[in-house]
């Protein structure tokens, strides 16, 4: 019986350590500097992809080569879990005004408002 229980708990242990990419992605968080002043807005056609990096933080890496961190004004449900989010705009411009929807597996989550976008610069080790 202890056998048992010894190895369910060191499956439970297994299950919860940190992958890689956790492992990166706080790294990104941790090591990011800011390299300017914020912005309002970025160009559609400048985003190469997107990072989300928890509930309230997404990464935009342009074309060119420069990165911006939106922290937005509050937690976004789901948002780090999903990892993928859909945005609307009528302009060709993504704004601190605009909002962000969660693109969930049952369709669409939560929406919430962006932030400023900050430049930021990710220290390479």
Wanted: charged share 20%; net charge neutral.
């Amino acid at each position: 019986m202890r056998t048992l229980l010894a190895a369910a708990a060191t499956a439970l242990l297994l299950g919860c350590a940190p992958t890689q990419a956790d492992m990166a992605d706080r790294r990104a968080l941790a090591e990011a500097r800011p390299v300017g002043p914020p912005v309002d807005c970025v160009p559609l056609t400048g985003i190469r992809e997107t990072r989300v990096r928890d509930d309230a933080t997404i990464d935009f890496y342009m074309r060119g080569g420069s990165v911006y961190r939106n922290r937005l004004p509050s937690s976004c449900p789901q948002l780090g879990f999903e990892e993928r989010f859909a945005y609307a705009t009528s302009i060709s411009r993504l704004c601190s005004i605009d909002t962000i929807t969660v693109l969930t597996s049952n369709g669409r989550g939560a929406s919430c408002g962006l932030g400023d976008f900050q430049p930021i610069a990710l220290d390479a080790r």
